[in-house]
């Protein structure tokens, strides 16, 4: 190796440490060894290096503190994260702290190579692809994972749309994060300050929607007793995000046509006209443009939406992201129940939630998560508890159950009875675990007796 890279091992383990460098040195690489904080730091303020290999924790700090540290001093510089535990869950957090990989010690040095020719192949990508340089500001909502190069592309995209006034169209199946990314969006931008106000036009009845949206003045029509404003002027100065938008009622679209037109919006009842500065970003699932040939949307309105269309893939298409996604997941749903006994998911159990289709997308990820959580009786996660995405059969069945077989409303009414015997009550979270309306699981439990 004729330009000698240089690498800074930090490790606390002396011992280990120098077997590294011993290892290392001999296949032409120059290394420093750093074996406290201060050496570490005081390493990169007066020196340059092209990598860093360190372990996941060293004395003093908590587990990824030192790469923290080591991220904030030098942000484009590779590290190599090592850990005696070697675990998957910990080697997603490496990442999301940062980490360019994540090896198990005592390390492999063949595979370290490998890594280390990797990490030399991508900084010499990244000199060649930014010249001349060009600033992208960092995605601030920390929800939007993007480890496979598809979602990568994404934030990137959203980074950039954060910064215009323009209308954007957000396109994908339910349950892909598409509120996720418009909150993004909105996050990224100079609106950020203001109001992000989120609506459903599908989960409001056509007769209440326009009052929502629009606001509406006293005496309207029959119980509007007081004013309302309306999601349009809670907005104003920040985001509208109109979501299902193919749902919304064709008699209401050109008073949506005014809005993004000029700023216009005219409460239910009233003979003014008030104006509004919102940026709208409207979402759905749907098909815009058979909507249109149906006559169910308006062809202007649909050119004023669709400036810039994002499309947020299915998770099935993006498998690399379930890993850092049930991380994220995970560490939500214990903060949400502090007594569960749930902490991790063993390899196995991962493996089935890689592999698994998910047709409810990235919600339902979220919500199998959340249920392994609440109904959890072990600390770790095996695949004994993942039997309900191999097979739609009941939890309950098995011996000392009624030999005739139970009938399919039987079944949801039992299940409904173990989750909310599970969350002692809590309706909102049972709804969420099911996967289902808070007005349908009233309607449930309302047909049971």
């Known amino acids: ?65 030192l790469l923290e540290q080591i991220k904030a001093l030098q942000p484009g510089l590779p590290v190599i994260v090592g850990s005696s535990n070697g675990s998957v869950l910990e080697g997603v957090e490496a990442a999301k702290h940062g980490a360019f990989q994540y090896l198990a010690k005592p390390f492999n040095i063949p595979e370290l190579l490998v890594f280390l020719a990797e990490a030399i192949a991508d900084s010499r990508r990244i000199l060649r692809t930014t010249s001349p340089p060009r600033h992208v500001p960092a995605v ?30 957000i396109l994908g199946e339910s349950g892909t994060g598409k509120e996720r990314v418009a909150r993004a969006i909105h996050a990224g931008g100079p609106r950020a300050g203001a109001a992000f106000v989120a609506v459903n036009t599908s989960a409001i009845p ?18 509007a007793t007081q004013a309302r404003r309306g999601l349009l002027m809670e907005a104003d100065g920040g985001t509208l995000l109109l979501d299902e938008i193919g749902d919304m009622p064709i008699a209401l679209q050109p008073k949506l046509l005014r809005v993004l037109q000029f700023g216009e919006a005219r409460p239910v009842g009233s003979d003014r006209i008030g104006h509004v500065d919102v940026r709208v970003i409207a979402a759905t699932h749907r098909d815009l443009n058979l909507l249109v040939k149906e006559g169910r949307f308006r062809e202007d309105l649909r050119y004023r939406l669709n400036v810039i269309s994002l499309v947020v893939p299915p998770l099935r298409e993006r498998r690399e992201d379930i890993l850092s996604l049930v991380a994220l997941f995970l560490q939500e749903a214990r903060a949400r129940n502090a007594t569960s006994p749930v902490d991790t998911i063993n390899d196995e159990a991962l493996s089935v939630l890689m592999k698994a289709a998910w047709p409810g997308n990235v919600r339902e990820l979220e919500n199998t998560i959340e249920r392994l959580v609440v109904l959890g009786r072990e600390a770790i996660v095996t695949t004994n508890d993942l039997s309900f995405l191999k097979a739609q059969e009941p939890a309950d069945s098995g011996p000392g159950l009624e030999s005739s077989p139970l009938t399919l409303k039987q079944m949801n009414y039992r299940y409904l009875d173990r989750v909310l015997a599970r969350t002692d009550g809590d309706k909102p979270r049972a709804a969420k675990i099911l996967n289902i309306n808070l007005s349908t699981l009233y309607r449930w439990e309302r047909m049971k007796h």
């Open 140 to 169: 601030t909502n920390g929800d939007i994972v993007h480890v496979s190069s598809t979602m990568r592309d994404l934030t990137e995209s959203i980074a950039l749309l954060a910064r215009s006034k323009s209308a954007v169209l």
């Open 1 to 65: 190796m004729t330009n000698k890279k240089r690498i800074l091992i930090a490790d606390d383990n002396v011992r280990s440490a120098q077997l590294l460098n011993d290892e290392l040195t001999q296949q032409g690489y120059l290394c420093n060894i750093a074996s406290s904080v201060n050496r570490t730091t005081n390493a990169l303020r007066s020196g340059e290096f092209d990598f860093v290999i360190c372990d996941v924790q060293m004395e003093g700090l908590r587990e990824f503190e």
């Open 206 to 223: 056509e007769q209440l929607l326009e009052s929502e949206v629009f606001g509406h003045v006293r005496g309207a029509f029959t119980g």
